[in-house]
C-alpha cells in the first residue's frame, strides 16, 4: 500500500481510471500541461495524451460538453476549478445531466463525474470561499460525496467515475497537501454510499463529513480526556445518504444528534439529517448543529478563521451539549 497524501490519492485514482476505462477522458481548466492548480492531476497528460486535455475558460463549455460526451458513450471526468465557479453553469448539471435517465426512460445514462474543490483556506475570499453540497444534494439524478482522507478520497473517487449516474465530487483544498497515509489502492471498486465510524463513545452521535471530520475527531479526543465519549460517524456520501446508519447510531447513544460541516448553517445539508432523525422517532432532546456562520466569508485569514468552526469551538459546543 503506497504512502500517500490527498491529492496524491485522486492522482492514483484517477490515473487507475484511466488505464482500466479507455472510454474515460479527463479535462478542464489547466488540468493537463499544469498538472491542475494544486497539482492534483500532475503527470496524467504525459501518460495519457491526448484523453488528458486543457479547456478553455468556460465552465459551462466544460459541463455541457461532457454531457454530451457521457451520452455517446464516454466516460467523462471533468474539473470546475472553484465550486463557486459551479453557479455559472448549473444548467448543464442539474436541468441536463441529472436528467438524462429520466427523460430517456433509462435508454441512456450520463456516466460524468465533476472534481471541484471547496471551503475556505487563507485569503480565499467570498468568491471561493463557499461549501455548496447541500445545493446538489437537493437535485434527484446527482450523486454527491464530500471525502476526508486518502483513502477515502481514493475509493470515493474510483466508485464515481464508475457510477453511470453524474457524481459530484466535494474535495476540501485544505486536504491536499495533508500528511501521508497508507492507501489501499486497487481491489475491487467500493459501492456508493454509505459511512464509516472514525470512534465510538455513548454520551452522542456526531454526523460530519469532509474537512470537519478532523477538527470533530480532535475535540472529540478532548471531550474523552475529560471523560466523556461520543460517536463520531463520517458520512462522505451525502447522496445517496445513509440515515438508517446514523439513526442506529443516535438510537445507541441516548438519542442525541449533533451534526458539525463547515458550509453555514442555514439551508446546511445538517439539517435534513436533523430532521430525518426526528422523523424517526430516535431523538431524545434537541439536536446541536455547528456551522459556519451566515455571513460571507472576508478575505482577512484572522477574520475567516473566526467564522468556521474550529476544533475550540467544536470542543466547547460539544461540552456543554452532552452535559445538558
Known amino acids: 500500500m503506497p504512502e500517500l497524501n490527498y491529492a496524491g490519492a485522486v492522482n492514483a485514482a484517477l490515473r487507475r481510471c484511466l488505464e482500466e476505462l479507455p472510454e474515460t477522458l479527463l479535462y478542464g481548466e489547466d488540468v493537463a500541461k499544469p498538472g491542475g492548480v494544486h497539482g492534483v492531476t500532475r503527470r496524467l ?35 470546475i476549478m472553484w465550486a463557486d465557479f459551479f453557479l455559472v453553469a448549473l444548467d448543464q448539471l442539474v436541468n ?13 445514462t450520463a456516466p460524468l463525474t465533476v472534481r471541484t474543490q471547496q471551503g475556505n483556506s487563507p485569503a480565499a475570499c467570498a468568491q471561493h470561499s463557499q461549501n455548496l453540497e447541500a445545493m446538489f444534494t437537493h437535485v434527484p439524478g446527482l450523486r454527491v460525496v464530500v471525502p476526508s482522507t486518502p483513502q477515502n478520497a481514493y475509493d470515493s473517487m474510483v466508485s464515481a467515475v464508475y457510477s453511470d449516474d453524474p457524481v459530484v465530487v466535494f474535495d476540501n483544498r485544505t486536504l491536499y497537501l495533508g500528511e501521508k497515509q497508507q492507501v489501499e489502492t486497487g481491489g475491487a471498486v467500493k459501492p456508493i454510499g454509505g459511512g464509516t465510524v472514525r470512534r465510538t463513545g455513548a454520551a452522542a452521535t456526531v454526523v460530519t463529513w469532509g474537512a470537519m471530520t478532523h477538527r470533530v475527531l480532535a475535540a472529540a479526543d478532548r471531550l474523552a480526556e475529560e471523560g466523556t465519549e461520543v460517536t463520531v460517524l463520517e458520512t462522505p456520501w451525502l447522496n445517496p445518504f445513509d440515515h438508517e446508519a446514523v439513526h442506529r447510531s443516535v438510537a445507541a447513544t441516548g438519542g442525541r444528534l449533533a451534526v458539525v460541516h463547515e458550509a453555514n448553517v442555514t439551508g446546511g445539508f445538517g439539517g435534513e439529517v436533523v430532521v430525518r432523525a426526528l422523523e424517526a422517532g430516535v431523538l431524545s432532546g434537541r439536536p446541536l448543529r455547528i456551522g459556519a456562520a451566515d455571513t460571507r466569508i472576508p478575505a482577512a485569514p484572522r477574520l475567516a478563521g473566526a467564522l468556521i468552526p474550529d476544533t475550540e469551538q467544536i470542543l466547547t459546543e460539544l461540552r456543554k451539549f452532552t452535559r445538558a
Open 96 to 108: 441536463q445531466a441529472a436528467n438524462i435517465r429520466y427523460v430517456s426512460q433509462g435508454r441512456l
Open 45 to 79: 497528460w504525459k501518460d495519457f495524451g491526448d484523453r488528458v486535455f486543457d479547456t478553455p475558460i468556460s465552465e459551462s463549455a466544460i459541463l455541457g460538453t461532457a454531457v454530451g460526451a457521457a451520452m455517446m458513450g464516454r466516460r467523462p471526468i471533468v474539473e
